[in-house]
């Protein structure tokens, strides 16, 4: 069965760091991968996905993700964190037409 | 992109009782599923709302539970049945049009 790792729990930067949230899943097949992100007391929301192409994808808010598919990775970074992008951030993969998800980072940026 | 009303947003329930939750998206979708993340945790799968048809649960999950409703392109409901404290955890619709949308969710808290 497909599975999501996510290695960090809790990351704390400071504002202005650049941050790098891994991602690992299981499955070696054709996949799709999304990186969502949870502000607080909102909904999910989109950053970037990734579906076959350039395996450096660009999303929203100056984020991105690389998939290397040799490691089964899709890491999300971003070159310059703000205390805006405080939130929690989520890796999923599909599984069929639905996703699974990984635990979740929480990002606490202090200014 | 479609957007998603679920409600209530949140309720406090006794236990032995039932709480049935409200999906409406703006548009028609072909798949709706319902998620559920407990506390500290990932978003778990617990099904896929079929249009006209039964849903497909997940493992660990049944319709005696949670039975799902999609009578059509736009509504699902969800219903947790003999609540018990354990069942206590934030559920969410999603459906899926050109990407995965979420709603809110519904913080259930059973006492």
């Known amino acids: 069965a497909q599975s999501v790792s996510q290695h960090n729990h809790h990351v704390i930067l400071s504002e202005a760091a650049s941050l790098e949230l891994g991602c690992n899943y299981s499955?070696?097949?054709?996949?799709?991968l999304f990186w969502y992100v949870q502000y607080p007391g909102q909904h999910l929301q989109l950053l970037l996905k990734y579906f076959s192409g350039d395996p450096l994808v660009k999303g929203i808010k100056g984020f991105e993700a690389e998939f290397i598919k040799s490691k089964f990775s899709f890491n999300l970074r971003k070159p310059s964190v703000q205390w805006s992008d405080t939130a929690e951030y989520f890796c999923a993969v599909t599984h069929g037409t639905a996703l699974i998800f990984g635990k979740g980072t929480t990002l606490s940026v202090s200014s | 992109s479609a957007v998603i009303s679920q409600k209530p947003s949140r309720d406090i329930c006794q236990r032995g009782t039932s709480l049935t939750i409200q999906c409406q998206v703006d548009?028609?979708?072909?798949?709706m599923f319902w998620y559920r993340q407990q506390p500290g945790q990932s978003l778990t799968l617990i099904a896929t709302?079929?249009?006209?048809?039964?849903?497909?649960?997940e493992s660990g999950f049944v319709i005696d539970k949670f039975p799902i409703s999609r009578p059509n392109l736009t509504f699902s409901t969800l219903t947790v049945s003999n609540l018990s404290p354990e069942d206590s955890s934030i559920y969410l619709c999603?459906?899926?049009?050109?990407?995965?949308?979420f709603g809110q969710g519904t913080r259930l808290t059973v006492v």
């Open positions: 499955y070696g097949g054709t996949v799709n």
């Open positions: 548009s028609q979708v072909t798949m």
């Open positions: 709302a079929n249009q006209g048809s039964e849903a497909t649960y």
């Open positions: 999603s459906a899926l049009d050109s990407e995965a949308f």
